[in-house]
């Protein structure tokens, strides 16, 4: 990797990009961050739609790469910076089960999430991309019962993003705090890298605050 290499970040606090602010963190890369306040459209202006058509965060720009989805962006940086060691390589037994359990997140854990924070009933289990919820939960949930990290006693940046995930979603999206899934997402939580993230979160969330505050 060139010293000079540097990763454009476009985060907004609070959201999906908080994990890819601590994968950032975690792997020691190099960043410019360029901050969006969502809730005064930010992500709706020309300048970042020209990044992400859809006006989501987290992307980032790799030089002349433009990469968005937060697992797409997961695998990207990981693989860029091998040296973290925070992804299995091509030829590590383990690559595919960090693969899957990356993917997993998206394609499973998030629509049964959005399914049940907007109290919808899945689609019938042919249709259905993840079954039912206690059926998805119960997956990552019997694999964490199984060692201290999803790929068991290494860490990844699977557990980057699950981490964080687990602990949103058992404060605030109704997913139970099975003692497994608890004590897993506080030791991602204590983390130094997690840490850090929140703590510039929080103080980007009051400057957002106050620019939106009547003069």
């Known amino acids: 990797m060139s010293t000079q290499r540097s990763i454009t970040f476009f985060h907004s606090p609070h959201t999906r990009s908080s994990s890819t602010f601590t994968l950032l963190e975690e792997l020691g890369a190099p960043y410019d961050m360029r901050v969006l306040n969502m ?14 058509p859809l006006g989501k965060v987290p992307a980032i720009m790799d030089g ?4 968005t989805e937060q697992v797409a962006i997961f695998i990207h940086l990981a693989d860029s910076f091998p040296e973290a ?5 091509l030829d590590d037994p383990r690559r595919g089960a960090y693969l899957r359990w990356l993917v997993y997140y998206a394609a499973c854990f998030e629509p049964a999430l959005v399914d049940r ?9 042919m249709s259905s991309p993840y079954g039912d919820f206690d059926a ?13 990290y999803l790929l068991g006693d290494t860490m990844s940046a699977a557990d980057v993003l699950w981490g964080s995930a687990l602990g949103w979603a058992m404060a605030y999206a109704g997913v139970p705090r ?3 899934l608890v004590e897993y997402a506080e030791r991602m939580g ?3 890298a997690s840490k850090r ?5 929080l103080a980007l969330v009051a400057e957002h605050e106050a620019a939106l505050a009547p003069g």
């Not at 002349?64 to 990469?67: F, L, S």
């Not at 060691?85 to 390589?89: C, I, K, Q």
């Not at 993230?197 to 979160?201: F, G, K, Q, T």
């Open 39 to 52: 809730k005064a459209g930010e992500q709706r202006q020309p300048a970042y739609l020209a990044v992400n």
């Open 64 to 67: 002349d790469t433009v990469v």
């Open 85 to 89: 060691g925070l992804a299995p390589s």
């Open 117 to 125: 924070s907007m109290q919808r009933e899945p689609a019938p289990p």
């Open 136 to 148: 998805m939960l119960g997956v990552i949930h019997a694999q964490l019962q199984r060692g201290r």
């Open 178 to 180: 099975l003692p497994a």
């Open 190 to 192: 204590a983390r130094p």
């Open 197 to 201: 993230v929140e703590e510039r979160d």
